[in-house]
């Protein structure tokens, strides 16, 4: 199974760049979309399929979430029970036969105190929803756009972005707790402790063609998933945003 995760920075946008035709040519069997920026009416048509599910944003325009499968999906929901989440179409839950897939879109801190206070606000919530999930579903993969770079290894200029938001101790902090749940950083076990990828480059200053990025995106799954992954690609060409797709094949028993 390939399964990717893009933040496709809106997908009207980067379908019109030629997304379709670079997910036809990977044989993508699941596709997690963050910031679709689309209401479910707007989906180009290729992506708006019968197997294939949409959460936008109450604000139009903004953030959103979606996914396209090729496998059966037994039930899906949506958001996390809270308002102040789910109104911004952050996260969906698909079940499949024997395991369960989260995709969610993290807020940035970015844009100030106010932005920072609902990400954390955000991942206190997720916590608690994820516990949830996983007293429910124990096989888990969770993928999506984290908006933070857990390690110095995942973030080119780490030393001077260390009260920056996306790598500040209380965000890193999280992703540890996130992982001592059971989960597995697919990539960073594939890729090795010492190998720098990176999945976000900002749009100055030629930062992607000369590789000064940041790894915000993830696929971190349950150990008896983790251990059938057996490849990833993050591709920086051709680029739909200012993310890249993480591309992962596993091989599941």
Known sequence: MRLVTLNCNGIRAADKKGLRDFLTSLAADIVCFQEVRATTDQIPTW?????????????????????????????VRTGIGDP????E??????????????????????AGEHRQNAKYHFLNKFD???????????RL?????FNIAHHPIDLKNWKSNQTTSG????????LTDFSSL?????????????????????????????????????????????????AFQIPREPVFSDHAPVVVDYQWS
């Open 141 to 145: 993969l969770v993928c999506g756009d």
């Open 89 to 110: 179409g952050r996260v969906q839950r698909l079940d499949f036969k024997d395991w369960t897939l989260i995709n969610a879109y993290f807020p940035s801190g970015s």
């Open 182 to 230: 059971g989960f597995v950083d697919v990539v960073r076990r594939l890729a090795g402790s010492e190998t720098a990828v990176y999945s976000w480059w900002s749009q100055r200053a030629g930062s992607r063609q000369r590789d000064v990025g940041w790894r915000l995106d993830y696929q971190w799954a349950s150990p008896d998933l983790a251990a059938g992954a057996t």
């Open 84 to 87: 102040q989440v789910d109104e």
């Open 128 to 138: 608690q929803y994820i516990r949830h999930v996983m007293a429910e579903q124990p």
């Open 47 to 75: 992506a708006n399929q019968p197997q294939s599910f949409w959460l936008p944003a109450v604000k139009n325009g903004y953030s959103g979430v979606g996914v396209v499968t090729q496998h059966a999906v037994q039930r």
């Open 167 to 174: 790598f500040l101790p209380e965000e890193r902090q999280w």
